[in-house]
């Protein structure tokens, strides 16, 4: 090889290395200190679930145990404590969904994300996923005047969930374990609030997703069947790559559960404590 071609072929491959350790957060920039620099923390949460991430329409506020927790996180992040980050508007909010929420962390949009997000083995070969600071079950809403008592009842009828949801494949679980005959279909909403809508207008019989986020939408013409199935765990996810940023969201939650602060962030926020 000439000498010009080596000197290039070593040029892009240092370019390429440098590019590699900044996409990994492994440069000399870590992805905390980005953080810090910028001075906010950009965090993706749900607008939609009372009690965990609610936005209050009057103020534009974020209000909920989920929220909390990233007063909490944004505070270690930056060195200052969970009331100053909130005072001091140091969390970006971004409103999330089952479905983007993922792809916000991949890309970088938000820092990490405290969205009712279940902890996986499949979702956790992707993301970065702290130790699990709530669990919760899957539930079914369904109309009073449905005639929908029972599990079984659910024959032919459609039951609404949310896209890139676990909920269809824990019902699918929960009927193959336990002998269930029922044959419902399935349809798939981008939000919360377009599922309870449709099970107001009757266009679906169902609206099944994780109890708490249901909770928000129980009123006095729906009931929960008496079932309970899919227990699953929430974990606040961040991007992979950026290690030095998951090391200290998992050793922050990690503490906030063993020094009862979660609890706490939990009963401040109307959420009964097991
Ligand atoms: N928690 C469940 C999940 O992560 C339900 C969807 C949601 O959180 O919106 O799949």
Do not use: H
Not at 150 to 168: A, F, N, P, R, W
Not at 189 to 201: D, G, H, R
Not at 234 to 258: F, H, P, R
């Amino acid at each position: 090889m000439k000498n010009w071609m080596r000197m290039m072929a070593a040029g892009v491959l240092t370019a390429a290395m440098v590019m590699g350790l900044t996409a990994c957060g492994g440069g000399s920039k870590s992805g905390v200190d980005a953080i810090k620099d910028r001075g906010v923390v950009k965090v993706g949460v749900k607008a939609d679930v009372p009690k965990f991430s609610l936005q209050n329409t009057a103020t534009g506020e974020y209000e909920g145990f989920e929220d909390d927790l990233a007063y909490a996180l944004a505070g270690k992040i930056l060195g200052i404590s969970a009331d100053e980050a909130k005072a001091q508007k140091k969390v970006e909010f971004q409103a999330v969904n089952a479905k983007t929420r993922g792809p916000l962390v991949e890309n970088g949009e938000v820092d990490f994300v405290i969205a009712t997000f279940t902890i996986t083995p499949e979702r956790k070969e992707t993301y970065n996923f702290s130790p699990a600071y709530y669990t919760d079950a899957v539930g079914l809403l369904v109309n009073n005047d449905s005639g929908i008592d029972d599990i079984e009842d659910l024959d032919g009828k459609i039951i609404g969930v949310s896209q890139s949801s676990t909920s269809k494949d824990e019902f699918l679980k929960y009927k193959e374990a336990n002998g269930i005959a029922a044959e419902p279909t399935f349809q798939e909403f981008a939000t919360y609030p377009e599922l309870a809508q449709a099970l107001a207008a009757n266009q679906i019989d169902a609206f099944s997703v994780d109890r708490a986020i249901l909770e928000g939408y129980k009123n006095d013409t729906n009931k929960f069947l008496d079932v309970r199935y899919g227990e699953q765990e929430y974990g606040v996810c961040s991007n992979k790559e950026n290690t030095e940023l998951a090391e200290l969201i998992n050793t922050t939650v990690q503490e906030m559960l063993d020094n009862g602060e979660m609890d706490a962030l939990m009963e401040q926020n109307g959420l009964t404590v097991e």
